[in-house]
């Protein structure tokens, strides 16, 4: 409300409604009481002719805004009306210049009209470059930003297509010894190393020390056979197989060898006196191929072969603990390099193994997990293969393998994400232009998947998949598992993840505005 209309309201309620008072009252106290009423009643017609004065103020300035609106709008009328005037002037000059040419002969008409088709051609080319000039400038504003964030991102300090190419020539060379040595024995056949994990598909978690990981293949040796079982033991989300190992007989048939003893149909006696054990006798446990047995035997081999190969001569070998691999470092003074070998067996002839590697904490010597590792790296090729030379899918996955990610969603969460914004987003999507954008959709992938508690295996269950890289039919038509399981299972999974959210995504916005 006004103060000036409170205070008169409340001036007049005194008037009309005075406070009652003792008949005692001396005639001083009435006199007071009377000049009082006076002085008021005086107060309220001042402040009557003041409300009017203002109220008559304010209606004059608004009927000068209302005139003035009034003149504006019929000027713009005015004005509207007189372009149109003339630009019915031009139309019916331009109308008589036609009808004259019309009365001309044939080939002058037809040289107005060609003349007209070409200013026509000329104004929609000049509006066509127009508008070819504003994409341009607002692609060369998207291509800033997506410069200036690429400053930002933290890249490994190694060149990892120049140590990806130095681990697989060396891996080339024990393949050669591999071969020589084991040619007439009873362990299993090394195939040629793979190049598996992030640094072989383009891009590492770590800005130093970067692991290089290679599977090896093997494959029975003669007299042998593998069986691959699944083990149903316990409802696990990741499927865990067990590598049975069977000898078959080489008396006759495919498995028949001049130079080796049958171990089924000779007696144990002369096996023993004549030929060295067969593979259940040295990598097994029980009938089932031992993962941590075949580890120590790795060692043996990196080890005993090192000093025949050329790298040998520049650089030294360090072996590293593990139980489930074989692990090293090979350094030369200014360069190192950290190297794991995995070992597995090929489920048919696709690209999923059985490998030592395991995503678990406490795994049994004779498990040996389901590994989609080579898959993926033939996904990342097969973008690779499509992608321009500028695309920056790898920069977008590197960038978030910077950010502090926690136990609701690791770096193999993120991979997951990027692959499925791979698999549907066009190749040509993923330039310095669109890096804001495609990191944003990550983000917002990210947060739909925390709110859901779901999150696919790319692999598993994916009928997407390109069809160039060659998977088991149980494992492409198989039932889907969910890499967020824990967080639809342990409520207070859940909630850490969305605070760990809101925390990555502090961190996203500091990093893009470049806040220390």
């Given at each position: 409300?006004d103060?000036?209309?409170?205070l008169f309201?409340?001036?007049?309620?005194l008037?009309?409604?005075p406070?009652?008072?003792?008949d005692g009252?001396?005639?001083e106290t009435?006199?007071r009481?009377e000049?009082?009423a006076k002085?008021?009643?005086?107060?309220?017609l001042?402040?009557?002719?003041?409300?009017?004065?203002v109220t008559?103020?304010?209606?004059?300035l608004l009927?000068?805004?209302?005139?003035?609106v009034?003149l504006?709008?019929?000027?713009?009328?005015w004005?509207i009306?007189?372009k149109s005037s003339?630009r019915?002037?031009?139309d019916?000059?331009?109308?008589?210049?036609a009808?004259?040419e019309?009365?001309?002969?044939v080939a002058?008409h037809e040289?107005g009209?060609?003349?007209n088709?070409?200013?026509?051609?000329?104004?929609?080319?000049e509006?066509?470059?127009d508008?070819?000039?504003?994409?341009?400038?607002?692609?060369d504003?998207?291509?800033?930003?997506?410069q200036?964030?690429?400053e930002?991102?933290?890249?490994p300090?190694q060149?990892?297509?120049?140590?990806?190419e130095?681990i697989?020539n060396?891996m080339?060379?024990?393949?050669?010894?591999f071969?020589h040595v084991?040619a007439?024995?009873?362990?299993?056949?090394?195939q040629?190393?793979i190049?598996?994990?992030?640094?072989?598909?383009g891009?590492?978690?770590?800005?130093?020390d970067?692991?290089?990981?290679?599977?090896?293949p093997?494959?029975?040796?003669?007299?042998?056979s593998?069986h691959?079982?699944?083990?149903s033991?316990g409802?696990?989300?990741?499927?865990?197989?067990r590598?049975?190992v069977?000898?078959?007989?080489?008396?006759t048939?495919e498995?028949?060898?001049?130079?080796?003893l049958?171990f089924?149909?000779?007696?144990?006696?002369?096996?023993?006196?004549n030929?060295?054990?067969s593979?259940?006798?040295?990598?097994?446990?029980?009938s089932?191929?031992?993962?941590?047995?075949?580890a120590?035997?790795f060692?043996?081999?990196v080890?005993?072969?090192?000093?025949a190969?050329?790298?040998?001569h520049?650089w030294?070998?360090?072996?590293?603990?593990?139980?489930?691999?074989?692990?090293?470092k090979v350094?030369n003074?200014s360069?190192s390099f950290?190297?794991?070998?995995?070992f597995?067996?090929r489920r048919d002839d696709?690209?999923?193994?059985?490998s030592?590697?395991t995503?678990?904490?406490?795994?049994?010597?004779?498990?040996w997990?389901e590994s989609y590792a080579?898959?993926?790296?033939?996904?990342?090729?097969h973008?690779?293969?499509q992608?321009?030379p500028?695309?920056?899918h790898?920069?977008?996955l590197?960038f978030?393998?910077?950010?502090?990610?926690g136990?609701g969603?690791?770096?193999?969460t993120?991979?997951t994400?990027?692959?499925?914004?791979?698999?549907?987003t066009?190749?040509?999507s993923?330039?310095?232009?669109?890096?804001l954008e495609?990191?944003?959709?990550?983000?917002d992938s990210?947060?739909?998947?925390?709110?859901?508690?779901h999150l696919?295996?790319?692999?598993?269950?994916?009928?997407?998949v390109?069809?160039?890289?060659?998977?088991?039919?149980?494992?492409q038509?198989?039932e889907k598992y969910?890499?967020?399981?824990?967080?639809?299972?342990?409520?207070?999974a859940?909630?850490?993840?969305i605070?760990?959210?809101?925390v990555l995504?502090?961190?996203?916005?500091r990093?893009l505005?470049a806040e220390?």
């Amino acid at each position: 409300m006004d103060p000036v209309v409170f205070l008169f309201v409340l001036l007049k309620s005194l008037i009309q409604y005075p406070q009652p008072v003792a008949d005692g009252l001396d005639e001083e106290t009435r006199l007071r009481m009377e000049v009082r009423a006076k002085h008021l009643e005086w107060e309220r017609l001042h402040l009557e002719q003041e409300m009017e004065r203002v109220t008559r103020k304010q209606v004059q300035l608004l009927k000068l805004v209302t005139v003035a609106v009034l003149l504006v709008y019929l000027l713009v009328l005015w004005f509207i009306g007189w372009k149109s005037s003339l630009r019915r002037e031009v139309d019916e000059e331009e109308n008589r210049g036609a009808n004259e040419e019309q009365l001309g002969n044939v080939a002058a008409h037809e040289e107005g009209n060609a003349g007209n088709e070409a200013v026509n051609e000329a104004a929609i080319a000049e509006n066509n470059n127009d508008v070819e000039i504003a994409v341009q400038e607002e692609d060369d504003f998207d291509d800033r930003i997506g410069q200036v964030i690429m400053e930002r991102i933290q890249w490994p300090v190694q060149d990892l297509q120049a140590g990806c190419e130095w681990i697989t020539n060396l891996m080339d060379n024990y393949s050669l010894y591999f071969c020589h040595v084991l040619a007439n024995s009873f362990y299993p056949v090394l195939q040629r190393a793979i190049g598996v994990g992030s640094a072989f598909e383009g891009w590492s978690p770590r800005e130093q020390d970067v692991v290089y990981r290679v599977l090896i293949p093997m494959t029975p040796p003669r007299g042998h056979s593998f069986h691959l079982e699944l083990d149903s033991a316990g409802q696990r989300q990741v499927r865990n197989f067990r590598v049975r190992v069977q000898l078959e007989c080489t008396c006759t048939g495919e498995q028949q060898a001049e130079d080796m003893l049958c171990f089924l149909h000779h007696p144990e006696e002369e096996l023993r006196r004549n030929q060295d054990p067969s593979l259940l006798d040295t990598l097994c446990t029980g009938s089932y191929l031992d993962v941590q047995k075949t580890a120590r035997w790795f060692y043996q081999l990196v080890r005993a072969i090192w000093p025949a190969l050329p790298q040998s001569h520049n650089w030294h070998l360090v072996l590293l603990p593990s139980t489930r691999s074989c692990q090293f470092k090979v350094t030369n003074g200014s360069e190192s390099f950290r190297i794991e070998m995995l070992f597995g067996v090929r489920r048919d002839d696709s690209a999923v193994f059985v490998s030592s590697q395991t995503r678990e904490a406490h795994t049994a010597s004779t498990i040996w997990p389901e590994s989609y590792a080579v898959a993926e790296v033939e996904f990342f090729k097969h973008i690779a293969r499509q992608a321009p030379p500028d695309s920056l899918h790898l920069k977008c996955l590197q960038f978030f393998t910077r950010l502090p990610l926690g136990f609701g969603f690791s770096t193999y969460t993120m991979k997951t994400i990027v692959m499925y914004l791979l698999n549907v987003t066009p190749v040509t999507s993923w330039r310095r232009r669109d890096l804001l954008e495609r990191l944003q959709d990550v983000m917002d992938s990210l947060r739909l998947c925390v709110q859901t508690k779901h999150l696919n295996h790319f692999i598993v269950g994916n009928q997407r998949v390109p069809q160039d890289i060659n998977l088991p039919p149980d494992v492409q038509t198989g039932e889907k598992y969910n890499l967020l399981h824990n967080l639809a299972q342990d409520p207070h999974a859940h909630s850490q993840a969305i605070h760990e959210y809101l925390v990555l995504k502090k961190w996203y916005k500091r990093i893009l505005l470049a806040e220390d």
